[in-house]
């Protein structure tokens, strides 16, 4: 079935470090492919996504690309920040038709110390 | 910003007991979405909703769970006998015919 791994965590890194949180992901047909981050006590935010092939999702200084050849989407900035502190999660949706199930990888902790 | 709000924040119940965990999606929303999440592991898809019906649910959405829209405001999930394994963090969700589901903050379920 459809899944999506990340790369282990946590992720320690000084301020204005470069980032990269890997993403791959299994699935049929054409994903749409997000990243969401969380931070302490709040729900999942959106940060940046992408539906098809070679689109890159970009906000906040973060980016990611769809790579359908290596079925991948990392999660780039570079240079973090303290406030980038956060679990963040890649995420991929199915085909249109579907139900909107997003399908979670098991989420990667950043801690960013100044 | 309208934002998806969930209650309670925690609940602690004990096992075999029924609990109600409440979700208000954003008000012009017509998907919804329960999540759980266990501790130190992926956020799982639970059941959809769209129109009044479930659209799909997983392999953890058995018997003992169901899902109801009462008013057209509120969205619940309510478990009828807890067990130890359900305790998780329970995230709503909802959408707009377009893909960005809005989260809520969760609702953290501990079951003694």
């Known amino acids: 079935g459809d899944s999506v791994t990340q790369m282990e965590g946590p992720v320690t890194l000084s301020e204005e470090a470069f980032l990269t949180i890997n993403c791959t992901y299994t699935?049929?047909?054409?994903?749409?492919l997000f990243w969401y981050v969380q931070y302490p006590g709040e729900g999942l935010q959106l940060l940046l996504k992408?539906?098809?092939?070679?689109d890159k999702g970009s906000n906040k200084g973060f980016e990611a690309t769809y790579r359908k050849e290596t079925t991948s989407f990392h999660l780039e900035k570079g240079s973090v920040q303290v406030s980038d502190s956060a679990v963040y999660f890649c995420a991929l949706k199915r085909d249109p038709g579907n139900t909107g199930k997003l399908i979670f990888g098991q989420g990667t902790t950043l801690q960013v110390k100044p | 910003e309208p934002e998806v709000t969930q209650t309670p924040s925690h609940q602690v119940t004990q096992m075999g007991q029924e609990v109600i965990l409440r979700c208000v999606p954003i008000s012009n929303h017509l998907y919804f979405y329960w999540y759980r999440q266990i501790l130190g592991q992926k956020v799982e898809f639970l059941v959809s909703f769209y129109n009044n019906e479930i659209s799909e649910k997983s392999e953890i959405f058995d018997d003992q769970f169901s899902v109801e829209r009462p008013d057209g405001s509120n969205f619940t999930l309510k478990i009828r006998s807890t067990k130890l394994e359900d305790s998780a963090m329970y995230f709503c969700a909802s959408r707009r015919e377009e893909e960005t589901q809005y989260f809520g903050p969760g609702t953290r379920l501990l079951v003694l």
């Open positions: 992408a539906t098809k092939a070679d």
């Open positions: 699935a049929t047909g054409y994903p749409s």
